[in-house]
């Protein structure tokens, strides 16, 4: 169960990176985009839809 729990979250991490690089978003603040939490990542994106 945890192995399935840790893909999902590493999938949809990946799917929202992927999506954030299409928006032209690379880092926040100094921060890749690959070092953000899941959270994180979740904010950073609806920020860019709601803008």
């Known amino acids: ?3 399935k729990l ?3 979250v590493q999938l949809k991490r ?3 990176i992927k999506k ?3 928006s032209g978003v690379y880092k926040k ?3 890749h ?3 953000l939490t899941l959270s ?3 904010r950073e994106y609806q920020y860019i ?3």
């Open 1 to 3: 169960m945890e192995n």
């Open 49 to 51: 839809v709601k803008k």
């Open 29 to 31: 603040n100094s921060s």
């Open 40 to 42: 994180d990542l979740e």
């Open 14 to 16: 990946q799917n929202l």
């Open 33 to 35: 985009l690959y070092e």
């Open 6 to 8: 840790r893909y999902a």
């Open 20 to 22: 954030l690089i299409k």
